[in-house]
């Protein structure tokens, strides 16, 4: 222990042994004066109940003092009010053993010092020291009535009642009296405490007086009002108060509130039976209201705890989302370049067929890692909840067959067979995210391809009619490898797949998680069921409404109309990026013009009314947020040309901010050909506004 801590140990178990000394000989000298019955034995007896309590709390060396001073006043006292050498030996050697044992038994049970901080506690102590009490009246009675020729039965009832009330008041009022967690829990001012206190005395005076005609239960109010105000320490205060003045009044038979006009034996009952009353409601509502105390402060406390849980949340999300935002930007500027370049040299016709090999392996891989991209900016969403679904009337059967279409060369080129099976008596559309869905599919039919070797993939639709919304199920079969029951459960967690498979994953890891995900925001369901060595089988199913055909031509085919002529402005401060996207629009058939800089943007769209703008977004002195802002400022038809955003900035936040600026619609980097056409198409000479 530090050395600052032993002094301050030394100085509170100082100021512990005086206390309790001056209580012990206090109580003593005034049980014995002041409480005595007929038989000249206390009705009120504190001194055991303050040596078991200062045995509990001193150290070896100051208990032993206490002792000391507990044996020599003790047969002072009984001396001084007349008792012989015999009893007054007798009574200190009981009184010594009664302490001892209820300490001992205090410290077997609690293993430590004992403490009275819960209802358990106050119930605890009497109930294994009025036993030790009652053996000690026992062994008292049994002498008196042998040696002293005192009525056995008599003399028991005395001294029981004696020590077992002063051990069932006294030494729990003593235990929190010395607890620092009650002194701490209520900090009342010195005044207000004096002013409860004296209340106390005052009410206790008024009940008791023999002229007075106030009932003793009025003591109960402000006793309590004590134990609210004070706690624990005010309840012990007060039935402290309250015995040291009834006792004297009520056993000197000047009361008659107390039954002395039934007599002493009564009188000394009715007080007994009144302090234990008053102790333990007063007692007992204290530490109740401790209790939810401790309970809002714990409340408390956790609330301050999760919110700062949650501060640091958020600034690990924002710090997260700032790292993705930046490392999807870096990554994306120059796999711009090199998918960009690819497709150009790929249109070449004078490429070798090892060189248009190569260029195509190049394309591959470069959209391989485009899509490793996508997926994790779709689980940035996913766990931002992001995730946003616009159902529009989509054929499912429909869709199923387009997204096997999609994935038919890259199955057929590995030797395996592609089966779609659609059971849809209806054939009716439904409100479906066919983006999202389609997404859905392509990851199932992705992981089946990846873990099949040989045998085919069955891509299967069954549509159950319903009243209100029809059953669609989605299934994906393949001839795989299969996937052990302990493993599924962990699939359509992150990076999961591929470890329950146990491959090292070829993209993200993130495919099924983002199923799982896609599909709980539709409402459905997702599952797998699979046996080792003969495949599997991922399905999903979904509620859907059916919904009426719309009449406006869906993106594919808005992409395959041809192209007019038209003038479009690239904007792009990276020369590279610029030379790209200028190339693919006037393969296309556009007119170009380029800018290289925010100000010449604004400056070109002064002058010329395009037919569209694509705008980078990250460039110098005005990046083009900016830039759509002054455009849009411009008189028409100048400032009502479309501005399609075409960047590396992907994460829904940035794309949001985009829209805010004024620009309707994304692109984003690295640049596919086929979704800048049908884009570029789909807003050519369609005013902003």
Partial sequence: MPQGLAQQERKRQAILL??????????????????????????????????????AVLTAKRGLMLVGMFVTFHLAADLLAGDSIGRALLYTAIDLLEALAAWRVCVRLW????????????????????PIAAVSATLCAAVLSLGFGEPLFKTWVDWFLRGALGLAVVLPGALVLVDAQHRRAYRVSLREQGVLLFAVA???????????????????????????RLGARGAAWACLIVALITLPIA????????????????????????????????????????????????????????????????????????????????????LNSVLGFAQLLAKRDDLSPDARRQVNLIDSAGAALVAVLDDILDFSRVETGQIELQPQPTCAADLLRET?????????????????????????????????????????????????????????????PG?????????????GVGIALEKQALLFQRASADIALGRMPAGAGLGLAICRALVDAMGGKIGVDSVPGRGSCFWFELSAEPAEQSASPTPAAAAATPAAAGRILVVDDHPINLEIAATLMSM????????????????RARKTAYDLILMDMHMPEMDGLEATRAIRALPAPFGAAPIVAMSADALPTQVERCYAAGMVDHIPKPVQREALYAKVERWRRKPAR
């Avoid at 005086?18 to 004066?33: H, M, N, T, V, W």
Wanted: glycine share 4%.
């Fill in 111 to 130: 293993g430590r010092t004992p403490r009275v901080r819960t209802m358990r506690a106050l119930a605890v102590l009497p109930a294994v020291t009025t």
């Fill in 18 to 55: 005086q206390g309790l000394s001056a209580a012990l000989i206090c109580g003593l000298f005034f049980s014995e004066f002041l409480t005595r019955t007929q038989l000249q034995i206390a009705a009120f007896w504190p001194a055991n109940a303050l040596l078991t309590a200062g045995l």
């Fill in 467 to 479: 009243a209100a919304a029809d059953r669609l199920r989605f299934e994906i079969v393949d001839t």
């Fill in 588 to 603: 296309a058939g556009y007119d170009v013009d380029q800018a290289a800089s925010a100000a010449q943007a604004i400056d």
């Fill in 404 to 464: 096997a279409a999609i994935m038919a060369p890259e199955i057929r080129a590995k030797g395996l067979e592609l089966e779609v099976d659609i059971a849809d008596a209806a054939g009716r559309h439904h409100a479906l995210d066919a983006d999202r869905l389609r997404q859905i599919l392509i990851n199932l039919l992705n992981n089946a391809l990846r873990f099949t070797e040989q045998g085919r993939i069955s891509a299967r639709l069954t549509i159950e």
């Fill in 251 to 334: 056993m000197s038979g000047a009361s008659p509130r107390f039954n002395a006009i039934l007599g002493p034996t009564a009188q000394a009952r009715t007080i007994q039976v009144f302090i234990a009353v008053l102790f333990y409601t007063c007692m007992a509502a204290s530490l109740v209201l401790a209790q939810q105390d401790r309970l809002r402060r714990l409340l408390q406390r956790r609330e301050q705890l999760t919110r700062v849980a949650r501060a640091r949340a958020l600034a690990a999300t924002e710090a997260k989302t700032e790292f993705l935002a930046t490392m999807s930007h870096e990554i994306r500027t120059p």
């Fill in 202 to 228: 005052a009410i206790t005076l008024l009940c008791a007086h023999p002229l007075s005609g106030a009932p003793p239960f009025l003591i109960f109010p402000i006793g309590l009002y004590a134990a609210y």
